[in-house]
T-cell receptor, first 111, second 114 residues
Framework: RKEVEQDPGPFNVPEGATVAFNCTYS??????FFWYRQDCRKEPKLLMS???SGNEDGRFTAQLNRASQYISLLIRDSKLSDSATYLC????????????FGKGTKLSVKP | NAGVTQTPKFQVLKTGQSMTLQCAQD?????MSWYRQDPGMGLRLIHY???????DQGEVPNGYNVSRSTTEDFPLRLLSAAPSQTSVYFC?????????????FGPGTRLTVL
């Protein structure tokens, strides 16, 4: 099993659609989870951290299932500006802060 | 605010040449790291530092050296460039190397080795 696995997409959705991305991770000792966003030819930027109880930030909702080692990101009411690659990120394990990045899921929101 | 800066933005090298990629941050972050990003691959950690004077290897350290003489700067040296080192290099920093800290990335250096 790869350390962090994501469907590469692309996900092509119309404006206003709801879209969900999933991610699985292999190390049960991982304790920190994030979604980063990366625009074409730009650096990754933190979208949101993912907490055990699930968390929401505006149109974005992140969920964590530790038992299944699974993370999800839900985007509601998609905007053209949401078009980007979404990176699932987990820490390497235990208390170590080093991060493992998934290859990313590409989202394209069309008018 | 400058955040994390990287120079140069683009670089072309010939096989065997050496060079240093510069990275600086003005946020007084203790933790700094270097990643490379290749098509179809996730970001891979090359080297990292948890504070001035302390460095350690990441997942893909071969062919690269780092040093951390100040909190602000974390240069990455390519000793003898190879075509396999053609990549986009990102430097990142965070408050500490502990759990949950947001990593802030620089704009990247696009390196081509001929």
């Amino acid at each position: 099993r790869k350390e962090v696995e994501q469907d590469p997409g692309p996900f092509n959705v119309p404006e206003g659609a709801t879209v969900a991305f999933n991610c699985t991770y292999s190390n049960s000792a991982s304790q920190s989870f994030f979604w980063y966003r990366q625009d074409c030819r730009k650096e990754p930027k933190l979208l949101m951290s993912v907490y055990s109880s699930g968390n929401e930030d505006g149109r974005f909702t992140a969920q964590l299932n530790r038992a299944s080692q699974y993370i999800s990101l839900l985007i509601r009411d998609s905007k053209l500006s949401d078009s980007a690659t979404y990176l699932c990120v987990v820490n390497k394990g235990g208390s170590q802060g080093n991060l493992i990045f998934g290859k990313g899921t590409k989202l394209s929101v069309k008018p | 605010n400058a955040g994390v800066t990287q120079t140069p933005k683009f670089q072309v090298l010939k096989t065997g040449q050496s060079m240093t990629l510069q990275c600086a941050q003005d946020m007084n972050h203790e933790y700094m790291s270097w990643y490379r990003q290749d098509p179809g691959m996730g970001l891979r950690l090359i080297h990292y530092s948890v504070g001035a004077g302390i460095t350690d290897q990441g997942e893909v350290p071969n062919g690269y050296n780092v040093s951390r003489s100040t909190t602000e700067d974390f240069p990455l040296r390519l000793l003898s460039a190879a075509p396999s080192q053609t990549s986009v290099y990102f430097c990142a920093s965070s408050y500490s190397g502990g759990l949950g800290n947001t990593q802030y990335f620089g704009p990247g250096t696009r390196l081509t080795v001929l």
